[in-house]
């Protein structure tokens, strides 16, 4: 059976100090991962103690002390009967749902699960009595402080280097770019099913011939077309709703400029907008065509709204002013904000549109 520590520890060990520290980028040059151990024996000795960092897929606190645990019990004798003193309580109870009963499905759902099918085979091939026992964290715990120290000090520690890639021993692992994929594997394939689909989305001819790509909120598209479920909805009528949204997005709405590229044998490419007889009829020509009446006019609409959106924000700023007080100016400037010119329209305007 494969190792995933190169330490054996001698039969006397007789409990394990275990814990794990996480620095996310937000706080640290790039996020990192650090574990260590401490073994102990009946006499309450330090029979040996080791830390490292991990590899940093998948960063997160949980996963530093799941692999404390894990490097820890691989480390032991067979048939060891060791008690495992952790800070970590969802460590304990993480252990009852997936260790300590028979294996369940859900567990692929998890994050971690590679590493906690992992644990169940060397609990299972070395015959381990494992009873995990909660400290209280940051108290007046000598042994539990020492192995804190030692976690925080792996991150520091030029001489240390994280395993290019872990032997892991669960008995299926899912790869993707030679990685193993150590979170719901349900969610990880749709997510690049969907990132793929917007990719194309996003390269189709349509977008690169008038403008870049880059002008566009990509993940705002996203989120509007797969997490709306009024959006999505086929009740009462959201699907033909969806449809226009999308053919909007798509600029393939019926305009007398769209029909002529698609059937130029049936509408004459020289033929204008039938209103105004002036301009070619596009999406764009709609917003300003002077012979849509003024009920049907998309702009009117649109100004409509757009005041409404003004004022509205505007009475929620005003309104919170004794929580944070605004300057005297604050309405003024706030009202002469290019955002809200619509006539025409500025850049800005369009892109709050």
Sequence with gaps: MPRISDIQLPSSVYTLYIDGSFLPSSSHPVS???????????????????????????????????FALLHGLDSLPLNSKIT??????????????????????????????????????IKSHKNLDVTLIKVPAHADDTLNNHV????????????????????????????????????????????????????????LPRFNSSSSTSDI???CTKFCLINDKQFVSHQNGRSEFCGFCIKLLLDMLPMLTTLQRRKPHFYNPSWLCP?????????????????ILPEFSPLNTFKTLLLALRTNYLDKFLSASFLIPLPDSFATEFMALDCWDCDPPS???LRLA
């Design 32 to 66: 990192s991962m650090a574990y260590a151990w401490t073994a102990i024996d009946s006499d309450g000795f330090i029979l040996e103690s080791h830390y490292n960092i991990i590899s940093s897929i998948f960063p997160s606190a949980l996963r530093s002390e799941v």
């Design 84 to 121: 495992v003193a952790t800070d970590c309580a969802q460590l304990l109870s993480l252990w009852s749902s997936y260790v300590n009963a028979p294996f369940i499905p859900r567990m692929l759902k998890e994050f971690n699960h590679l590493l906690w099918s992992s644990i169940r085979a």
């Design 148 to 203: 804190d120290a030692l976690a925080k000090a792996a991150h520091t520690d030029s001489h240390l280097s994280s395993r290019p890639s872990l032997e892991l021993l669960a008995p299926c692992i899912l790869q993707f770019n030679s990685l193993p994929v150590d979170m719901n594997i349900q969610k990880f394939i749709r997510d690049i099913f969907d990132a793929k689909t917007l990719l194309t989305l996003a390269l």
């Design 217 to 219: 909120d990509w993940a």
């Design 275 to 291: 209103q105004c007889n002036s301009f070619p009829e596009t999406l764009d020509h709609l917003w300003t065509c002077p012979y």
């Design 347 to 349: 850049f800005s305007c």
